[in-house]
């Protein structure tokens, strides 16, 4: 790789103002008003009005991706607060009708047909739904919604523990329960559950208000339940609650099993007669937590490094990210909880935003979220910003598929074989692991938004979920509350409602594309690649045949894969 990098440059307007700075909706109103009122003569011009349109989208989009950034990372900062929400209750609100009016525009255009359908079909589809559960009255419901969502985190930030004098982030305190010492586990378990439930109160208040907010929201647009609108709001063409539904059954049947059975064998090496919480992060053979790295600009760089090994392009991302300070990855005090890439759609480079503290999950987490961010630069030349924004069980291939993919390049953290050997049998476990969680949080959505149901009650279902899905070696006695409330831990439900399933689907996607990659070396990286680079201008099915892996979740590809997982963590063993 070149020791120089080529930091890209914002894209020359063609409709936008240069100079726009959105500090107002009047500063845009006539740019929505320009789409609304132009007049189309013509097929070229109708894809000019689409370009215009998509420009127009990549703005707005970039310059409410800023505020949240930064919002994120410094919650203390009421100015950074205060501009965000500028947008939540400005902007979004103005945009969203005339959003409608210009999907309406489209789709009624009589030069439509003219134009490449195959080019447009995924696209046009999501048009037309958008139109379909289109109503007006929800724009202010979208808008309190919004800012209801946003404190969950800044609750989340709030939240920190004294640990021998030392105050604490509970990311970074949740790094003490690798300790090899059970007194101080326990110790750090309770403060961490004792803060948490705090706020328990708190958070189910505010659950309750985002659940009537949503079933209000569900209830204009027509559909019996929130769970049926979000379906079609996000656009899941391609798959049904019946097949989420089957794939809770699937885990259940396939998984769980094994992963009581890495739960009883760590329990018995441990020597313990009850198995509690506090010991599911320790070594069992006593060692010390993985540390593959100390700080943000060493895991930067380690991750460039390990990501240009596996192949070159992947590290060129990660540079050009570094050098336009497109990273924030140590965990600090007011920083919101979490970790995400966030696209930027004008300048094609991403960010990635995290809170690392050293740890062995750090690691997953940064090569997790830099496959998201490769996956955001193959799209980058795609001719709509529509076509950039993919579902997220896509997206999420792209970023489960690569902690596997890197795992060959992780020598670069670890000098030490032993270490290596380590941190790839964690993420072996942790690649079938992941499945039930994820089954349980979105049965438990199911289960939320079709049911009424008292906060007490919710509680008790998700203890019910925990039966069928959770870990079943462990022993929750003096810790049932914390057992109950586990679920508040998971931001998903607060801030996207639903975004979930979509990581189970791409865990058993990212095992076959790594499956894949070991049977066909550079030619499965070559398929990753295509498949990524192919926007949302497909299906999922489409695309992940493109990338040689198949879209399913039945039992029986549920547990060929799992087999697989198992063949290799023999192999390390």
Known sequence: MNNTISIPTRPIRKFVPEDLIIDSWDKIKSLFDNLVEREISS?????????????????????????YIKMNIDTTDKELGERFSFWIKEISPNTAPYSHKLNVKLIECPFLKELDQEKYRIYLRSVKKQIEIFREENIPLFTVMEEKQQEYGAISAKMSIEV?????????????????????????????????????KALDDLFDELIALRKEIAKNAGFDNYRDYMFAAMGRFDYTPKDCFNFHDAIAQEIVPIINSFEQKRKDKLGYTSYKPWDTAVDVDGLAPLKPFEGGTELTDLSVECFNRLRPYFGECLSTMKAMKHLDLESKNGKAPGGFMYPLYEIGVPYIYMNAVGSQRDLVTMVHEGGHAVHSFLSRDLAMTEFKSTPSEVAELASMAMELLSMDHWDVFYNDAADLKRAKLEQLEKALETLPWVASIDKFQHWIYTT??????????????????????????????????????????????????????????????????????????????????????????????????KFDFSASYVKELADFIKDELEKLS
């Open 43 to 67: 097929a070229s011009e109708l894809e000019k009005w689409m370009l215009d349109q998509s420009e127009l989208s990549a703005v707005l989009e970039e310059d409410m991706a800023w505020r």
């Open 452 to 549: 009424e149901h008292t906060a007490q009650q919710r509680k008790e279902k998700w203890l019910t979920i925990s039966s069928e899905l959770g870990n079943q070696i462990l022993d929750w006695e003096g810790n049932e509350n914390v057992h109950a409330n586990l679920w508040q831990k998971q931001l998903h439900l607060y801030e996207v409602p639903f975004y979930y399933v979509e990581y189970g689907m791409a865990q058993l996607g990212a095992i076959a594309m790594w499956r894949s990659y070991k049977q066909l070396g550079e030619q499965g990286l070559d398929n990753y690649m295509d498949a990524l680079k192919l926007g949302y201008t497909k299906t999922i099915g489409e695309i992940y045949e493109t990338a040689g892996i």
């Open 164 to 200: 021998d004098g030392e105050k604490m982030t509970m990311q970074k305190a949740a790094q003490l329960l690798k300790s090899t010492d059970r007194v101080k586990r326990e110790e750090v378990y309770n403060k961490i559950s004792t803060r948490r439930l705090q706020d328990e």
